[in-house]
């Protein structure tokens, strides 16, 4: 009886079809830190961190189509004016505006996104400490005008050598949401994907 209920177990789990998942890993890269105004003026005491962050992902075999959202604590982000994601086809940056054709990239099963997360809010007095530490100029955080973006230092010394700043990046609940889409399939699956900083 023993035997029977094994073979049963074994022929189960040999017949179904096994599920391929994403793969996802944050990558050290050299873009820059920047400090830029805020554009909503209900945060006056506040400016902007923009981190750019660099992820590889690796998708399914069957994955046709993928798009992506970006959940900040616990809120929905609008493209473009809260973050705004570049990837790598065929070794050329390219700016994403809809969502990604895999069968157009040179290794669809692996794409090198880099995202731009443009409402990361610090304290006025955070900005100054490093606009001290890394500008070129001596301007403040209320000097930065709409049009301003001051360049700091690359993201992997960033983290590196402000791992205060970056551990209240990690307190909060930021999400990469990725959407693919199956050759087989018309609807999209999501898998959510918690940024680590």
């Not at 075999?61 to 790598?88: P, R």
Request: charged residues 30%.
């Amino acid at each position: 009886m023993r035997n029977i209920f094994l073979s049963i177990f074994l022929l189960i789990l040999f017949s179904c079809k096994v599920k391929q998942e994403i793969g996802i890993s944050e990558i050290n890269n050299n873009s820059y830190v920047t400090i830029s105004e805020y554009f909503k003026k209900e945060n006056n005491d506040s400016i902007c961190l923009n981190v750019p962050l660099e992820f590889e992902i690796n998708f399914p075999e069957d994955t046709d189509k993928v798009t992506f959202d970006l959940l900040k604590n616990n809120h929905y982000q609008q493209y473009i004016n809260d973050y705004t994601i570049k990837y790598f086809k065929n070794n050329k940056i390219q700016t994403l505006y809809e969502g990604i054709n895999l069968k157009d990239i040179e290794n669809p099963k692996k794409i090198i996104l880099r995202l731009y997360i443009k409402n990361n809010l610090v304290s006025k007095k955070v900005g100054d400490n490093l606009l001290a530490k890394y500008a070129d100029t001596n301007i403040k955080s209320d000097k930065i005008g709409k049009t301003d973006s001051i360049k700091l230092n690359s993201y992997s010394k960033f983290r590196k050598e402000n791992t205060d700043v970056m551990n209240t990046l990690r307190k909060q609940d930021d999400f990469l949401i990725i959407n693919i889409r199956k050759h087989s399939e018309k609807k999209y699956s999501s898998t959510k994907y918690k940024i680590k900083w």
